[in-house]
């Protein structure tokens, strides 16, 4: 599947991997067409030696050839670099996702603000169960660090505040994540039955990310593929993606991954708006299209009444104004919500008249 683009630019290929170093394929898409980018760069670890457990058995540590470097400077370079192409794809309004540990994350971060991006938030990754430390010499390692940035401190980035509140049951979302690492039934093995990938992330993290920060539709580049997380998240939740992998063994976890998922229906893809992005409907559109009538009263909770008049403003002996406006007067208060202040009368009940409101809003929905 591809996306159209501007003429003579080169077609995105949504919703495939693409086999190549991240920086070479990032140059061949073209610009300011992907919605966000999702990173789990190498973390440049630079362990020495083997590890092992109490009862010496080793531990299945990350020390794959693709997290080696000769140095410092040479990952920082790397960053820059893969940053810098990353950037180039993002929309004017785009954002990134960056998810490293005390190795990498501080000098990535750096590499941000210094290309122009804006971070929005850092968010800290707490495992639920981590693995311990078993030289004892330092503190458990029980956390990664996420960042989170726009292109730049005037874009429109996406953030799904209700949705993630009512994932939190009603609570606003903390920048603290407690989940699990993947283990058990969700950790891929290869055919020889060991971790097809070392660092594989649980997709409840992934979900959490793009629910939060994406809309259906939206297109999610990841250019550390792996095995695949962030496509089949993506495709569970109606986004395109573009994946990047050098290595043929990830690719082809991956693609028998994202295979066997399915999209849930659109349905199921509705999330829980904000009141700010839900259409503006003024009192007055009640009265035009006869929902209710001048002259017709309106009820406060107190008992106090007033008149509809057919400017759609509310008069109350001497005091005239917007739904709200009255509303404050009468409460002696500063403001006033009049959607939820005022309600009608319709056969012997009162029914705010905010009900008619979310009428016209369902309508408008389609």
């Known amino acids: 599947m591809t996306k159209k683009t501007a003429p003579g630019a080169p077609a995105l290929p949504l919703n495939t991997i693409m086999d190549g170093d991240c920086i070479d394929v990032m140059a061949s898409l073209p610009a300011d067409s992907v919605d966000l980018i999702f990173a789990d760069p190498p973390y440049n670890l630079q362990l020495k030696g083997s590890l092992h457990r109490p009862d010496n058995s080793m531990v299945d540590a990350v020390d794959d050839h693709w997290d080696q470097f000769d140095s410092v400077a040479i990952y920082d370079r790397f960053t820059r670099d893969w940053l810098a192409a990353a950037r180039r794809l993002l929309k004017p309004n785009g954002a990134i996702w960056v998810i490293g ?25 707490r495992k639920s169960n981590p693995m311990p430390n078993f030289r004892g010499k330092r503190l458990t390692n029980a956390h990664e660090t996420l960042i989170w ?60 990310v ?3 920060t ?15 997380t962030t496509g089949a998240v993506a495709k569970k939740l109606g986004r395109d993606f573009i994946g990047i992998e050098r290595e043929a063994a990830y690719r082809e976890v991956a693609e028998k991954r994202l295979a066997s998922i399915r999209r849930y229906d659109r349905t199921s893809l509705e999330v829980s708006q904000s009141k700010r992005a839900e259409p503006r409907i003024p009192f007055g559109q009640l009265v035009e299209r006869g929902l209710l009538r001048p002259g017709e009263e309106l009820v406060s909770p107190r008992g106090k009444v007033a008149k509809i008049r057919a400017d759609g403003t509310l008069v109350v002996s001497d005091t005239k104004g917007s739904i709200h406006q009255v509303g404050a007067k009468l409460e002696g208060a500063p403001s006033c ?22 009428q016209i809003r369902s309508e408008l929905r389609g």
């Open 214 to 228: 994406t809309n259906p539709g939206d297109v999610v580049l990841d250019p550390f593929f792996g095995t695949g």
């Open 149 to 208: 940035a726009s292109k730049g401190e005037a874009a429109k980035y996406t953030f799904n505040y209700e949705a993630l509140k009512s994932l939190n049951e009603g609570v606003q979302m903390r920048s603290d994540w407690v989940l699990p690492i993947c283990n058990g039934h969700e950790r891929l093995k290869n055919t020889q039955g060991d971790k097809a990938h070392p660092t594989q992330k649980p997709e409840s993290l992934l979900h959490r």
């Open 337 to 358: 919500n009049g959607w939820t202040y005022w309600h009608f009368r319709r056969d012997g009940k009162t029914v705010p008249i905010d009900l008619l409101r979310q």
């Open 101 to 125: 540990s005390y190795h990498n994350i501080f000098r990535v971060g750096a590499e941000l603000q210094n290309q122009g991006f804006w971070i929005l938030n850092d968010v800290v990754w």
């Open 210 to 212: 793009l629910l939060a």
